[in-house]
């Protein structure tokens, strides 16, 4: 089965090599391009912890997308260094409706997601109602500390602060029944599948990651209500991504949910703005497999 619609909820418009650095401009086109040609209806871009010559501005992200239906902004957060994020300038921007969520980079910024000093953080999210997405499991950057971002401590805060929504990024990989025993304990936390590769899987690791879901599926019941799909692009290839989809064993209800009525609920997507694409290719493409 091909989902309705099919949303990302996990892409970035960083450069993350040298040689193949490009303006801004140019990765939303490749962007888009991707999204048409993989049956894509609309993308969650996240900006990162850092600005540089690599890393956009959350300013030149809202100003090069536009308000394009195709997209929706979640601002990350700086909150180590001297260069740490002026929470009211996030407000305002969130108030505003430039950006539908934030998130936050425990492990690359050196803190883990329960240090008390996020309070008020998740204060602006319960007060604006928008989610709070959080890197958790294994980091792209070696000098990042991973045991910061474990999923268990997700559940400190899940508790600390019921009205907040988190989203667990990446589902903790390596760690994916500690993370599903904080989905099936709190239901203010959601998660996606997001950067479980780099490019494209290996045979062997598809087959491992593909099982390694289904168990977390198991345990938790109905991952319909808490799983969004997302695929961490351009880190990981989209069409590889939307086959692993499709190789997790979701009854039709649960599938639509994690292609994009979760996501849809959570970052206030108007779904009337949705084409009906739901991970169907444009003509010429590969069909996903799958029911």
């Known amino acids: 089965m091909v989902p309705e619609r099919l949303v990302d909820c996990h892409v970035h418009l960083n450069n993350y090599h040298e040689t193949s650095r490009r303006p801004t401009a140019e990765n939303v086109a490749d962007l888009f391009d991707k999204m ?37 902004v979640v601002e990350g957060l700086r909150w180590r260094g001297e260069a740490r994020s002026d929470l009211f300038s996030v407000e305002e921007r969130i108030r505003d409706g430039l950006v539908k969520g934030i998130k936050l980079y425990p492990g690359y910024d050196h803190y883990p997601i329960n240090d008390p000093s996020l309070e008020a ?55 994916f029944q500690d993370a599903a025993e904080v989905l099936y304990k709190n239901d203010n936390v959601f998660a996606d599948i997001s950067g479980l590769t780099l490019g494209e899987f290996t045979y062997d690791f598809e087959r491992y990651v593909a099982m390694r879901l289904k168990d977390m ?8 209500k808490q799983l969004m799909y997302g695929s961490d692009w351009p880190l990981v290839h989209m069409k590889p991504y939307i086959k692993l989809l499709h190789e997790l064993d979701f009854t039709d209800e649960q599938l639509e949910n994690v292609a994009w009525r979760t996501a849809c609920t959570l970052f206030k997507i108007d779904p009337a703005t949705l084409g009906r694409h739901g991970g169907a290719p444009t003509p010429g493409g590969d069909a996903p497999t799958g029911t």
Do not use: Q
């Open 121 to 175: 953080v998740f204060r602006i999210a319960a007060k604006h109602d928008v989610p709070v997405m959080i890197h958790t499991g294994d980091t792209y950057a070696k000098t990042a500390k991973v045991r910061m971002a474990h999923p268990l401590l997700v559940d400190d805060i899940a508790v600390d602060y019921p009205d907040v929504r988190f989203v667990m990024c990446h589902l903790g990989n390596p760690w």
């Open 217 to 224: 599926i198991t345990y938790m019941g109905d991952p319909g």
């Open 36 to 72: 048409a040609e993989c049956g894509v209806d609309h993308a969650v871009v996240l900006t990162s912890y850092r600005v540089d010559l690599d890393r956009p501005s959350v300013e030149e992200i809202c100003e090069t997308l536009a308000a394009d239906p195709r997209a929706t």
